[in-house]
């Protein structure tokens, strides 16, 4: 089971970039999909969430209204579109995957059991 993070790059202030998430190795059905960031000198965070059916979906305050997560259950991707970058998004950006139902705490990392391998964003001022 792996999970397999792109789309990360230099970009400058005011930018878009969108991140994606490839599965490979079995399907994750019931399993929501998250993205979370690690910046420097920093734990990581909590970005985004989605059910596996969609029909959840969180995000932390900081991106609220600026990104936005979506997937794709017959391609096992998740994707981050990523608007209005700021300096303060750089980071790396790890996506995950865990088993969850109703209630579940999607914005926590202990929901997730696969990670990938973090893609770097770097955002110029």
């Known amino acids: 089971v792996q999970l397999q993070a792109s789309g990360g790059g230099l970009v400058q202030a005011g930018d878009s970039l969108r991140l994606s998430c490839a599965a490979s190795?079995?399907?994750?059905?019931?399993?929501?999909m998250a993205w979370f960031r690690q910046a420097p000198g920093k734990e990581r965070e909590f970005v985004a969430a989605?059910?596996?059916?969609?029909?959840?979906?969180k995000y932390s305050g900081a991106v609220k209204g600026r990104f936005t997560i979506s997937r794709d259950n017959a391609e096992n991707t998740v994707d981050l579109q990523m608007s209005s970058l700021k300096s303060e998004d750089t980071a790396v950006y790890y996506c995950?995957?865990?088993?969850?139902?109703?209630?579940?705490?999607?914005?926590?990392?202990?929901?997730?059991?696969?990670w990938g391998q973090g893609t770097k964003v770097t955002v110029s001022s």
């Open positions: 989605i059910s596996w059916i969609g029909g959840i979906i």
């Open positions: 190795g079995r399907t994750f059905s019931y399993y929501a």
């Open positions: 995950a995957a865990g088993p969850a139902t109703y209630g579940t705490d999607l914005q926590s990392s202990n929901t997730y059991t696969n």
